[in-house]
């Protein structure tokens, strides 16, 4: 009889991670009746503690919220990328701890029930945690929320600059196409992590690399039909850990809690595909000046629009942003009145069931790998909008690598003073809503592989499988 096993996972303490991390789980303990898990959570100092409300989630995967390790006050947070290093370095002992009490609850169960700890899962944010598995004796495997072909970029440029003595923050400061492994086309400079630009946080970035060389596997939310290129050069090069794509893991079953809101019952009295969807995830907002061109390219445009707008956190804090108390405060005078038989302006939005609606037709996105996944499980064309972090990157792959989407902008930083006119946001919108488009097409192609890959006898089956095989 073989006997139950236990994986710790951590995810990285950002809310889309967490998800993720939730998938994950979800997927593993499906598919072994004797695997059990344990997530840590960490918080960010700025967000909300995280709870857990889904009765659907297996009583096999058990959740611990970790003790709030950080600055006291607001003003000695350090920028976002440093934050979460330090963070996880402040919260290694609750980690430690939390597993010595995991398994000391084990001991008192009955010997042969007993899961053994068969090793930690570590989201990439998180790889210096390797220490920690290392104490217990136990593997450790890495979890990879976005794309292989960022996976792969980061292993080359941790090569460059450890064997070749490369300062890849230069990079970003130069107007360069750079030939990158895992890329046909050449990568534009301009699209690189904004997070590269940052000396201190791309050391971080690259040492997580580095100590991902020193783990037993790689899990990757993707799958080998949407990053073949990448996937082939991770499975070329020795020098790194088994690439498991397990992916797309989304949260399908929680689709449907939203459905009897008001947002959807306008959704339905929409035709199938004439809604265009705007919405930036969690921590994308804009300015009052930005609003006011997307507004009028929405309103020139015809088309009818649901668009999730939010208020950016004041100016010097590290906040997440909120809801507007009054729209009318930040859109142009009257635009609501204007607009209302064919668009509807929200706060918050679900977003993951609103693009599973029939009624969505395209989809203005930050190209967050997430609600990238998303979009295209549900064939719905993504006109691009990157804000920060890898989502630059992620869009040149989408409309230059692989034809699935169209460009708004690739090159725009949430930081910036970069203003894009109405003109580029209406051009946008209207070549994703087309209808009979060669994108759509495409789209709908890997819409269709998606789904299979996840089935008995696809990629990602067969790879979540051989991980199983090997905890």
Same mark, same amino acid.
């Given at each position: 009889?073989?006997?139950?096993?236990?994986?710790?996972?951590?995810?990285?303490?950002?809310?889309?991670?967490?998800?993720?991390?939730i998938e994950i789980a979800e997927q593993l303990v499906a598919r072994d009746?004797?695997?059990?898990?344990?997530?840590?959570?960490?918080?960010?100092?700025?967000?909300?503690?995280?709870?857990?409300?889904?009765?659907?989630?297996?009583?096999?995967?058990?959740?611990?919220?970790?003790?709030?390790?950080?600055?006291?006050?607001?003003?000695?947070?350090?920028?976002?990328?440093?934050?979460?290093?330090?963070?996880?370095?402040?919260?290694?002992?609750?980690?430690?701890?939390?597993?010595?009490?995991?398994?000391?609850?084990?001991?008192?169960?009955?010997?042969?029930?007993?899961?053994?700890?068969?090793?930690?899962?570590?989201?990439?944010?998180?790889?210096?945690?390797?220490?920690?598995? $290392? !104490?217990?004796?136990?593997?450790?495997?890495? *979890?990879?929320? %976005?794309? @292989?072909? =960022?996976?792969?970029?980061? &292993?080359?440029?941790?090569?460059?600059? $450890? !064997?070749?003595?490369?300062?890849?923050?230069? *990079?970003?400061? %130069?107007? @360069?196409? =750079?030939?990158?492994?895992? &890329?046909?086309?050449?990568?534009?400079?301009?699209?690189?992590?904004?997070?590269?630009?940052?000396?201190?946080?791309?050391?971080?970035? =690259?040492?997580?690399?580095?100590?991902?060389?020193?783990?037993?596997?790689?899990?990757?939310?993707?799958?080998?039909?949407?990053?073949?290129?990448?996937?082939?050069? =991770?499975d070329f090069d020795d020098k790194i850990p088994p690439v498991y794509p397990?992916?797309?893991?989304?949260?399908?079953?929680?689709?449907?809690?939203?459905?009897?809101?008001?947002?959807?019952?306008?959704?339905?009295?929409?035709?199938?595909?004439?809604?265009?969807?705007?919405?930036?995830?969690?921590?994308?907002?804009?300015?009052?000046?930005?609003?006011?061109?997307?507004?009028?390219?929405?309103?020139?445009?015809?088309?009818?629009?649901?668009?999730?707008?939010?208020?950016?956190?004041?100016?010097?804090?590290?906040?997440?942003?909120?809801?507007?108390?009054?729209?009318n405060a930040v859109l142009p005078e009257g635009f609501l009145n204007r607009?209302?038989?064919?668009?509807?302006?929200?706060?918050?939005?679900?977003?993951?069931?609103?693009?599973?609606?029939?009624?969505?037709?395209?989809?203005?996105?930050?190209?967050?790998?997430?609600?990238?996944?998303?979009?295209?499980?549900?064939?719905?064309?993504?006109?691009?909008?990157?804000?920060?972090?890898?989502?630059?990157?992620?869009?040149?792959?989408?409309?230059?690598?692989?034809?699935?989407?169209?460009?708004?902008?690739?090159?725009?930083?949430?930081?910036?003073?970069?203003?894009?006119?109405?003109?580029?946001?209406?051009?946008?919108?209207?070549?994703?809503?087309?209808?009979?488009?060669?994108?759509?097409?495409?789209?709908?192609?890997?819409?269709?592989?998606?789904?299979?890959?996840?089935?008995?006898?696809?990629?990602?089956?067969?790879?979540?499988?051989?991980?199983?095989?090997?905890?």
């Amino acid at each position: 009889m073989k006997r139950p096993a236990q994986l710790v996972v951590v995810p990285g303490p950002v809310i889309g991670h967490i998800v993720s991390a939730i998938e994950i789980a979800e997927q593993l303990v499906a598919r072994d009746d004797q695997l059990f898990i344990t997530v840590l959570v960490m918080k960010l100092p700025y967000d909300q503690p995280f709870t857990i409300a889904d009765s659907s989630i297996s009583h096999r995967i058990n959740f611990v919220n970790l003790p709030e390790a950080q600055p006291d006050k607001q003003e000695a947070i350090p920028k976002h990328g440093s934050l979460i290093r330090i963070l996880v370095e402040n919260h290694k002992t609750h980690i430690r701890d939390a597993v010595v009490n995991l398994l000391s609850e084990s001991d008192q169960s009955e010997s042969m029930s007993r899961p053994r700890l068969a090793g930690f899962v570590l989201d990439f944010l998180c790889a210096t945690l390797v220490d920690v598995a $290392d !104490e217990f004796m136990v593997p450790s495997y890495a *979890f990879f929320t %976005s794309n @292989a072909s =960022l996976l792969a970029l980061l &292993f080359h440029f941790q090569l460059l600059r $450890d !064997e070749g003595g490369i300062d890849i923050t230069e *990079f970003t400061r %130069s107007s @360069a196409e =750079l030939a990158v492994p895992s &890329f046909i086309n050449p990568c534009p400079a301009a699209v690189l992590p904004g997070t590269f630009a940052d000396k201190e946080i791309t050391e971080s970035i =690259l040492n997580y690399t580095s100590r991902c060389r020193q783990i037993k596997g790689i899990l990757v939310n993707t799958f080998l039909e949407l990053d073949l290129h990448a996937l082939h050069y =991770l499975d070329f090069d020795d020098k790194i850990p088994p690439v498991y794509p397990v992916g797309p893991l989304l949260n399908l079953k929680r689709c449907d809690e939203n459905k009897g809101s008001d947002i959807f019952r306008w959704l339905d009295d929409q035709p199938s595909l004439s809604v265009v969807f705007l919405c930036f995830g969690s921590m994308g907002s804009f300015s009052e000046a930005q609003v006011k061109e997307i507004a009028c390219a929405l309103e020139h445009s015809g088309q009818r629009f649901l668009w999730s707008l939010r208020r950016p956190p004041p100016k010097g804090k590290i906040a997440m942003p909120s809801d507007y108390a009054d729209l009318n405060a930040v859109l142009p005078e009257g635009f609501l009145n204007r607009t209302a038989p064919i668009g509807k302006v929200i706060g918050w939005a679900p977003q993951a069931a609103i693009l599973a609606h029939p009624a969505i037709g395209g989809f203005v996105s930050h190209c967050g790998w997430n609600s990238t996944l998303e979009s295209l499980w549900n064939g719905v064309p993504i006109a691009t909008w990157p804000m920060y972090a890898e989502q630059n990157l992620n869009a040149f792959q989408l409309v230059k690598e692989l034809g699935l989407a169209v460009e708004i902008k690739l090159d725009y930083r949430k930081d910036s003073d970069v203003l894009v006119s109405a003109e580029d946001i209406e051009r946008g919108i209207r070549q994703a809503m087309e209808r009979d488009g060669d994108v759509r097409k495409r789209v709908k192609e890997m819409s269709e592989k998606s789904k299979k890959t996840l089935v008995e006898g696809g990629s990602s089956y067969s790879s979540l499988e051989r991980f199983i095989n090997q905890i």
